[in-house]
């Protein structure tokens, strides 16, 4: 199976479990300043969401977006984020792929993905980008949040390949064991990645947490690779 579909299984037979994540004691502060920053970062925007799971982050923006329009691979993650209720004039839920937007839509004024990145294989990361910004309006705000590595918190990593990618082995209540891919990039491995794409970028590092915050330069809404 390749490595796509060996996520999507992952997370859809972690459906069930997988809001538990956010309910570590440790995190819990953390997670009220990530919120606010983000609610303040993307108030008011047209969102594309990617990779949207159960839409936690979804229902955390809802009230403060103008739309969201979220989209994830996997049937059982999206039915757990329909079931929260959200009001639907103001958020869809849509199956799709992260890897390849929607581009019928030139209305998105902002693209957000929270803990996505760190399932992107580094190889894949230039054309996720560039097919990402294909999808939003120039001068769009893209925002994407996800883990710092902290040790005691976080699942330690199993293993380290010979790109650099790192991963982690993850157990589900049902018993069964998944390797999973999971990078923790620094702000100094973000930087060079993302700053091509604009002028504006802000990197914001919390205890737990990370966000990257940039406005889309023109030149770099430009048609991507299929």
């Avoid at 984020?81 to 839920?93: C, E, H, I, Q, Y």
């Avoid at 399932?119 to 939003?136: G, K, M, Q």
Wanted: charged share 20%; with cysteine.
């Amino acid at each position: 199976m390749n490595r796509d579909g060996t996520l999507i299984d992952y997370y859809s037979q972690r459906a069930s479990e997988y809001e538990r994540i956010y309910h570590q004691p440790e995190r819990q502060a953390d997670l009220v300043r990530l919120k606010d920053h983000l609610r303040g970062e993307l108030s008011g925007r047209r969102i594309l969401e990617l990779a949207c799971g159960t839409g936690y982050w979804t229902a955390a923006l809802a009230d403060a977006a103008e739309s969201i329009y979220a989209i994830d691979a996997s049937d059982e993650v999206l039915a757990i984020a329909r079931a929260k209720g959200l009001d639907p004039n103001t958020v869809s839920f849509t199956r799709g792929d992260a890897f390849a937007p929607p581009r019928d839509s030139s209305e998105f004024t902002a693209g957000f993905a929270g803990f996505w990145w760190s399932h992107i294989p580094l190889d894949r990361l230039t054309s996720f980008l560039e097919n990402f910004h294909a999808a939003l309006l120039p001068g769009a705000r893209v925002v994407f949040i996800d883990n710092r590595y902290v040790p005691g918190s976080s699942t330690p990593i199993s293993r380290t390949d010979e790109a650099g990618n790192t991963y982690q082995q993850r157990h589900l209540d049902d018993g069964t064991a998944h390797e999973v891919l999971k990078n923790f990039p620094t702000t100094d491995q973000l930087r060079p990645i993302l700053q091509p794409y604009t002028d504006s970028l802000n990197i914001v590092e919390f205890d737990y947490f990370w966000c990257a915050t940039y406005a889309l330069a023109a030149a770099s809404h430009h048609q991507a690779n299929p």
